[in-house]
Every structure is written in structure tokens, then in C-alpha cells.
């Protein structure tokens, strides 16, 4: 039976932590604060967003979400970004991504002051997550490795192929397996022979965006499976071969019109591999766990400051 990765759990765990420093911080007067920058109207963004609010209460972090339209021209946002860096009670500032394709998403990625990039976004931060210096990691592949460790699974000498080259999870991702001592590939859609490289993979990361695209010959018997995907599939005959022997998910489609489907084919994963994230519930919670994290450590960081 292989051992499911459950990022709720981990999640709670994280959270929990959490709890006794945001207190301490509150004590001082202190409470972290994030600002999140919504740009227009991406469906699937409304509700990331929802959720990383919504955490950010639970747990009594300030927050503030700005949602200009998708026409604000790029010197707006960079005026906006520029009074958010200037705000001492702002001590994270999340631009979701994807910026809508008019605004120019790097020069905005680097207004962000690196001192209040929860996401480890800004060229800055890169940097530092190459050299391995001290800095925020972006949540997705952060969340990953809390999930591996906490779990017990063991990353030093074993081969990682994360499928997917992505600033946000991919790059990220693969760095941050290297600096745990792994030996990474890095595969994308012009990787020739794509199931021999997965199936070299002791940790196989699946960060491609399409539904069930990676099925058993992509996967090493007794390989730890990450599934970050997170897509959805609206088309019945597509669900039914997806989840072919899960009667409960095709009958959550049939009332919803609609189900998420990992990268990774769910069966293949559970007969195959000895662990992997479920689809929800794996990667997604540890996501947002991470952007709590990286916004207490910037909280008390400036709270050191002055
Ligand atoms: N869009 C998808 N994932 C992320 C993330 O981790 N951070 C931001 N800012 N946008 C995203």
C-alpha cells in the first residue's frame, strides 16, 4: 500500500508552529501583515487568492488584497507596489501570478522590495536560492520539501526528475532538491523520451499542467510521486478514463459538472509508486502553509530591524 502525502495534515502542522510567533509578534505590536496584488479577473487566481486570505485570518496575520483591473497601466502598478514597500505594517507583498499578458511581469516582479517578497520571487531571491544563502523560497517547492522531510523521505544521493521548467515550481523546485543533496534532471516538453528519464526518478515531481499526462510507464516501482497539477477536467469521457476504478470521483463530477486532475494518473500512482501527494489535498494546502511562513519570517525579520 503506498503511503499517501497528506498536505492537510502537514498543513496543520506548519500552521500550528506558526501560532506561538505570530502571538510573540502581536505582543510587541508587531502583527505580520501581507499585501496581495489581484490584477484583473483570473477565475482560478480569485480563488488561490480567497484561500491565502482566508488563511492569513485563521491564523490573525493582517492582510489587504488590491484588485486593479487588467488595464491598469504598468506605471500604476508600480506605484502601487512602490506605496506597498513603503508601508511599515506591510510585511509581505504577493503579486499572483499570472499578471494579465499587457503588464510588463518582470519589471513588476522586481519593484517588490526583497525584504517583503514572500514569494522568493524577485531576481534578489533568486539569487539567493541559487548560492543557497538564506532568503524566501517560493512556496509551491518549499511546501514540497516540508513535505518530504516531514514524512521521513529521504532526498541525499537519490535521483529527482521534476518534469516542468517554470520559474515558480520547476527551476525552484530542482534547486532546491539539488541543495538536499539530490541528483537532478530537469525535463520539458522538448525532452526527448520523456517515460525513460521519469522512470529514473527515486522522487518524481510532476509540475507540467496536464491532466493524468504522466500514466505508469512514466513511473519507477516504489518512486516517491509529487503531483502539483491542479487541472480541470470538464469533459466526462476524459473523467471517466481518469478515474476509471474511483466510482466516488466520477459521481463528484456528475453533481459538479467538473473534477481536478493531477499530472500525474491517479492509479498509476497509487499501484506504482511508494508515496504520492493526493490530487487535492497533497501540494495545494502546503502552498499557502508556505506563504504564511515566509510572511512570519519577514515579520520578524523587520521587527529585529528597528
Ligand atoms: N500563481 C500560481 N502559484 C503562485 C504562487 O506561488 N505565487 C504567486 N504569487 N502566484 C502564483
Redesign the pocket.
Known amino acids: 500500500m503506498a503511503l499517501v502525502l497528506d498536505g492537510n495534515r502537514v498543513r496543520d502542522q506548519i500552521k500550528s508552529e506558526l501560532q506561538p510567533r505570530i502571538a510573540a509578534l502581536a505582543a510587541k505590536g508587531r502583527r505580520p501583515g501581507l499585501a496581495v496584488l489581484l490584477v484583473g479577473h483570473n477565475p482560478a487566481?480569485e480563488i488561490?487568492v480567497r484561500g491565502k486570505v482566508k488563511a492569513c485570518q485563521d491564523l490573525g496575520i493582517r492582510s489587504e488584497t488590491l484588485t486593479p483591473p487588467a488595464t491598469i497601466p504598468t506605471d500604476e502598478l508600480l506605484a502601487m507596489i512602490a506605496e506597498l514597500n513603503a508601508r511599515p505594517e506591510v510585511d509581505g507583498i504577493?503579486?499572483?501570478?499570472?499578471l494579465p499578458p499587457e503588464v510588463d511581469s518582470r519589471r513588476i516582479l522586481g519593484a517588490v522590495d526583497p525584504e517583503k517578497d514572500v514569494?522568493g520571487?524577485h531576481p534578489c531571491n533568486v539569487g539567493r536560492l541559487v548560492a543557497g544563502l538564506p532568503g524566501p523560497r517560493?512556496?509551491?517547492p518549499a511546501g514540497i520539501l516540508e513535505l518530504l522531510k516531514r514524512h521521513g523521505i529521504p532526498i541525499a544521493g537519490r535521483r529527482a526528475v521534476v518534469v516542468g521548467r517554470s520559474d515558480?515550481?520547476g527551476k525552484p523546485m530542482a534547486l532546491l532538491l539539488l541543495h538536499q543533496h539530490a541528483t537532478v534532471t530537469i525535463c520539458h516538453s522538448k525532452t526527448p523520451d520523456l517515460p525513460a528519464v521519469c522512470r529514473e526518478a527515486d522522487i518524481l515531481v510532476a509540475a507540467i499542467g496536464r491532466a493524468a499526462m504522466l500514466t505508469a510507464d512514466y513511473l519507477k516501482p516504489g518512486a516517491t510521486v509529487i503531483d502539483v497539477g491542479m487541472n480541470r477536467v470538464d469533459d466526462r469521457e476524459e473523467a471517466s478514463r481518469v478515474f476509471r476504478d474511483m466510482p466516488e470521483k466520477l459521481a463528484s463530477f456528475d453533481q459538479r459538472g467538473s473534477v481536478l486532475v493531477g499530472d500525474v494518473d491517479p492509479r498509476a500512482m497509487r499501484e506504482i509508486a511508494s508515496a504520492y501527494t493526493p490530487v487535492p489535498g497533497g501540494v495545494g494546502p502546503l502552498?499557502i502553509a508556505m506563504?504564511l511562513a515566509n510572511t512570519v519570517a519577514s515579520a520578524e525579520r523587520r521587527a529585529l530591524l528597528c
Not at 94 to 98: A, E, F, K, N, Y
Open positions: 487566481s488561490y504577493l503579486v499572483q501570478l499570472p514569494d520571487f517560493p512556496c509551491t515558480i515550481v502552498t506563504l
